[in-house]
């Protein structure tokens, strides 16, 4: 280990605790002055963010890098504005620091009430897509956390330059310069440190990326992680569903985007279904240009698809292939789910409310579903804005981790000098 | 490591995830019916419990253990009756799974709803009072979440009674035998790998006991931690306290049980304030035989207390002994108590509500509290039932953790149809 980066990402950890602490008081006005000042600043730089981005870009051609990591690394001006216009959105969300989530009254005349208040320092690390560098920065402001980023080593130029104006809308506003710092070093070693807590000046770890990124941040963490490692979503098709419904549905959660999380990867069929649903569904999912792979017993019903094997039941394929299995009913729905799950996203077809009541009860994810596609799993689309990516753990944040799930809360005991007996 | 240890606890982590997934679905009526059997074996069984207990109090005196610790581990009829009533007022709290925090709707007709879910396997390691093993197995059950408990060494045979009986209750209403698990070992080992997760099946740890257990646990656990290390209580008498008010609540907030978690430490006195406030006050805590620890300022003001230094400052008595601070207004009781903070609970006492108000936003502790005594620090005394204990981190549970808290929550989407654009 390298001393000095030690040192140097110590002084970062406890600049952000100073900064969050005043941060935590700062008023919704304040906070989103200095969003409207970032979302201006990086507009009216965009020239200096785009050369960044240009040598980013040259590097990462020269290392020979793949066409779709240099799409997510690239910038333009359209990009850029897409950056401004995601500040503004945070500008328009609920600040939640001070929202009283609850509130009631004891028999001795206590009032007792639940306010939400920041979590703290907020680590995240994320990969060579410089738009991170904004959107987390921001998210993170607007429920009163200080912020410490740690991008790809590929966007290193193209964040730090986003990063130097989100400074200066901070300072613009008189909100303290390190509520948003970004680790100054590509070097590997750093991202140990931020699992570390950095001697507990870090709260939590929101990795944004993808499986080798997550499973080495839930790995090597020695603090609290949101987050998720895979979206093995789950379509089970009853038998007393709605075909077209089904179909619909099916299509959607698998083809409209293959590689996000909330992607459906594998479907299962109640063997109790009308005959002719099986057929249907996987020629429409073929028709779509999806590859299907199928159990045993689904073989038998089709023909020209390929043989799913036991590996196939625990692969997120984040494209355009899809595993069919069929099973005796809601019970074993469920549990193939419990077994091959990684309680991110599951969906039930069906007209039985009560069959699918039950598989909602059951299924152990964070977001079950009746009757609608797995790619709703997201906080935009649950109404939430924003959101710093999707948690599958139990703890503090499930689901969507939007500026809400970046708060925790305290009580408050108002009373007229009541004693304890 | 004893390996036979490791493999023993490896079976009881696998036990409790099974145990758990079945739990997570049984009825209210059935868990209550658990919580009534076992209520009803433990006050007929009482002589096998009290023998038990007699030959862990005569090991106990054997290795002159202090009085207080014997106390703590002494059981008559009495003792027993009011564990079989805590097991009973167990059953008169809501049961919280499947309870609905949240629903609404989204333009495209999608309904959401937040719905509390178990959180899982809980370990809970406390200390030698056997009372502990039916008011934490029974919480953890209500909520529907499996528990592995460790108790002390000095209270193993006790335990294992009280234990033997609650298995026989949920055996009764056919819930798994291995929702509520005893660690069958003294091996301090044990401790080690409970605290490491065995191998992901445990998701939470709740220490029950002092500062040594507790310090040991936050500093091993791999996994998270619900409790707190210390709870240096502050009282802070603004100049505009009502003198009646803010006497009755330092001495209840001392003295009523000085060994308490939520007892006051430091109390904080307005240099603004009307000069006979201090005397007034120093001088009821020494008649109700407090001794007072006072600062430069503070001595000057009064007679015959004994000065304090820096260590007092950051000491938990927990007993009759107070350290008392002249500050310079809100301002300066904020940033002391910001510096010497343990994050439990802080009480202002003021008929200023301005700066009452200023005080419990601005200072970061689980319960900030107006005119009252920070002994009404505790879940029973905030309504919530039993708790299990105080939490002082930010994460998922703070406060008091009470049934609710033992809880995470899903969500369920439920559409007609809806596809993703």
Not at 169 to 187: F, M, R, V, Y
Not at 338 to 366: L, P, Q, W
């Amino acid at each position: 280990m390298n001393e000095d980066i030690r040192l140097q990402l110590i002084k970062i950890g406890n600049d952000a605790k100073k900064a969050s602490n005043s941060l935590s008081m700062a008023s919704e006005d304040k906070k989103n002055q200095a969003l409207m000042n970032m979302a201006e600043l990086i507009e009216s730089n965009q020239d200096e963010i785009l050369k960044a981005n240009n040598t980013d870009m040259r590097k990462a051609e020269e290392k020979g890098i793949s066409d779709s990591f240099l799409d997510r690394l690239y910038l333009d001006k359209d990009r850029i504005s897409s950056i401004s216009n995601g500040l503004r959105s945070i500008i328009e969300l609920n600040d939640p620091v001070g929202e009283e989530i609850g509130r009631w009254q004891r028999p001795n005349g206590l009032d007792i009430s639940r306010v939400r208040t920041p979590l703290g320092v907020i680590g995240v690390i994320y990969e060579s897509r410089p738009n991170v560098t904004a959107d987390a920065g921001a998210l993170c402001l607007k429920a009163g956390n200080a912020v410490i980023l740690r991008g790809g080593s590929e966007s290193f130029h193209s964040s730090n330059a986003i990063h130097k104006f989100l400074v200066q809308g901070l300072e613009a506003s008189n909100l303290p310069k390190h509520s948003i710092q970004i680790i100054p070093t590509t070097d590997r070693e750093a991202v140990g440190l931020l699992l570390g807590g950095l001697n507990g000046s870090i709260d939590v770890i929101v990795p944004r990326g993808g499986k080798s990124l997550v499973e080495r941040v839930q790995n090597e963490a020695k603090i609290p992680v949101f987050g998720h490692l895979e979206g093995i979503c789950h379509l089970y098709v009853d038998k007393s569903a709605d075909l077209k419904k089904a179909k619909d549905i099916i299509i959607n959660a698998k083809m409209r985007r293959p590689g996000i999380c909330g992607a459906a990867e594998t479907l299962l069929i109640d063997k109790n279904s009308d005959e002719s649903f099986l057929p249907l569904l996987i020629n429409s999912l073929k028709d779509s240009g999806c590859e299907v792979r199928g159990c045993e017993e689904t073989l038998k019903l089709t023909d020209n698809i390929i043989s799913a094997n036991d590996e196939d039941w625990s692969t997120e394929y984040l494209e355009a292939i899809i595993s069919v299995k069929i099973v005796d009913g809601v019970e074993e729905a469920i549990s193939h789910i419990g077994e091959y799950s990684t309680n991110h996203t599951d969906s039930i077809i069906t007209e039985d409310n009560d069959i699918a009541e039950k598989f909602m009860r059951e299924v152990d994810s964070a977001i079950v579903m009746h009757n609608t596609s797995t790619q709703f799993a997201d906080g935009g689309e649950f109404g939430m804005g924003a959101e710093i990516g999707i948690a599958t753990g139990r703890f503090h944040a499930r689901g969507p981790v939007g500026v809400e799930q970046l708060t925790s809360f305290k009580y408050i005991v108002r009373g007229s000098g009541q004693i304890r007996p």
